[in-house]
């Protein structure tokens, strides 16, 4: 049976700066935005408000759909993120957890970064953009890499 795993992501911003999650997992190293898993009984939207909180210390609100992002495996598998923005925030930035560290950027230097996590640089015309509301994937079973097809 084919297994559907659900996301999200939120670009949090303040003017033409982001807030940045420099991920240290092994599995997904690099420069990213806050996000997670969606937990069984749990809207979309509540899962990125709590995302957002566990892992960059603020509360965000007003969250602005921005488009999703999916890979679609040959046996079936699902992988769907949604995404987020908002720069409606309160609170102070935690300066990071086990997920890594949290810190401004300015946009134009988070899209000319060499430290940018897998496939992050796919994303990024969805968020800064507003020509595309999807990127899929056509995921090979075996790896995330790829290029995606945008809509």
């Given at each position: ?66 488009g ?5 495996a ?78």
């Amino acid at each position: 049976m084919p297994k559907i795993k659900l996301y999200n992501m939120i670009m949090i911003y303040r003017g033409d700066k982001v807030l940045v999650l420099d991920r240290a997992a092994k599995d997904w190293p690099g420069l990213t935005f806050p996000g997670g898993h969606v937990e069984a009984g749990e809207s979309f939207y509540s899962s990125a408000l709590r995302e957002a909180k566990e892992e960059t210390g603020l509360e965000v609100s007003d969250l602005v759909p921005c488009g999703v992002v999916h890979w679609a495996a040959k046996n079936g598998d699902r992988y769907i993120e949604y995404l987020y923005k908002t720069d409606k925030f309160t609170g102070e930035i935690c300066g990071g957890t086990r997920e890594g560290k949290i810190f401004w950027m300015e946009r134009g230097e988070l899209c000319r970064s060499d430290k940018l996590s897998m496939n992050f640089e796919h994303y990024l015309p969805v968020f800064f953009g507003d020509k595309f509301i999807e990127a899929f994937f056509d995921r090979d079973g075996e790896s995330f890499a790829g290029t995606p097809v945008y809509m």
